[in-house]
């Protein structure tokens, strides 16, 4: 594929590798920061954008998958190959490119178990139609897997037309694939190098830190089901015995129950002249002083001797 623009003078080495910053290797640093670093950019856009156009129309797909665009917001590595010694305009021409790039995939093995990995993916792979069958798309790939130090079982394809299928059969006898529900294809020995994945267990607390509920939860729980007064008061005494405080100190009579303590609500005068005597009709009259007063023979308050 020709350029109007000198492809050796923009790509350094005859494989170039181009990354998310769209700095081909070879012109980074202070030989590519120069007063034509954004024009040397544009036009290594254009060759990514017009090999991207290239490639999807080899491959019947509606819209390009490789694009200087897409080249920034991912982390994929492109190699693109370029034929400095067939000068036609003088200028270079490109031959084909690589595009790989890790992914983390779900991907089934042979017994059909699920397997989350991070494998190095080929994602978009073209040679220009006319310079197929010479031996450049092997010399491409080639370097690829020396480069990123992978064997070519290890890897998985997105979604490889019938061509590429046939080239990794052809060159690296890559046949024996496995069944996958999502659009990646891998091989037989994929899995040679994964290890299984460990399931972490929570660590195992120490003997010293396993402890019943403190006191104030006992006291949360405890109020989360206590009656109303006064049918809690018999239970109230079983509890604090049991979380280790003092009893309450009451009288050894039985309260009175719920009958008897209608039946003295009832008893009350409706309209008091005693003031606060309201109050104290409202309450049980017989537990309340006995309760109240500590000391061995209480007396009753002196405006109660009118009942």
Not at 187 to 193: E, K, L, Y
Not at 201 to 223: A, C, N, T, V
Request: hydrophobic share 35%; aromatic share 10%.
């Amino acid at each position: 594929m020709e350029f109007p623009f000198d492809v050796d003078a923009l790509l350094a080495e005859r494989i170039t590798t181009v990354d998310q910053h769209l700095q081909p290797s070879g012109r980074r640093g202070a030989g590519f920061a120069t007063t034509h670093r954004v024009d040397l950019q544009q036009q290594l856009m254009a060759i990514i954008d017009e090999m991207g156009k290239a490639s999807a129309k080899a491959q019947n797909l509606p819209t390009p998958i490789t694009s200087a665009s897409r080249m920034q917001t991912n982390r994929h590595v492109l190699y693109i190959l370029k034929d400095s010694e067939a000068k036609m305009t003088g200028k270079g021409i490109i031959i084909g490119f690589l595009k790989v790039g890790y992914k983390k995939l779900f991907v089934l093995d042979r017994h059909g178990a699920h397997n989350e990995v991070e494998p190095l993916c080929v994602l978009d792979f073209y040679i220009h139609e006319s310079l197929q069958r010479h031996g450049y798309g092997k010399e491409l790939f080639h370097y690829m897997l020396q480069r990123e130090r992978v064997e070519p079982h290890q890897l998985a394809v997105d979604r490889p037309s019938e061509k590429l299928l046939c080239f990794l059969r052809k060159h690296y006898g890559l046949s024996d694939t496995i069944p996958q529900v999502n659009n990646f294809v891998i091989f037989q020995g994929f899995f040679s190098h994964q290890h299984a994945p460990v399931r972490k267990l929570p660590p195992k607390r120490h003997e010293g830190e396993i402890k019943p509920y403190s006191l104030s939860d006992r006291e949360f729980l405890k109020e989360e089901v206590e009656p109303p007064w006064p049918f809690n008061q018999s239970r109230s005494l079983t509890r604090s015995s049991s979380v280790g405080n003092s009893p309450v100190r009451g009288c050894l009579k039985p309260f009175l129950n719920e009958q008897e303590l209608l039946r003295n609500l009832r008893l009350c005068p409706p309209h008091s002249t005693l003031p606060g005597l309201d109050i104290w009709c409202s309450l049980p009259r017989l537990p309340l002083w006995r309760t109240t007063f500590k000391k061995k023979n209480p007396q009753r308050p002196s405006f109660l001797h009118s009942f």
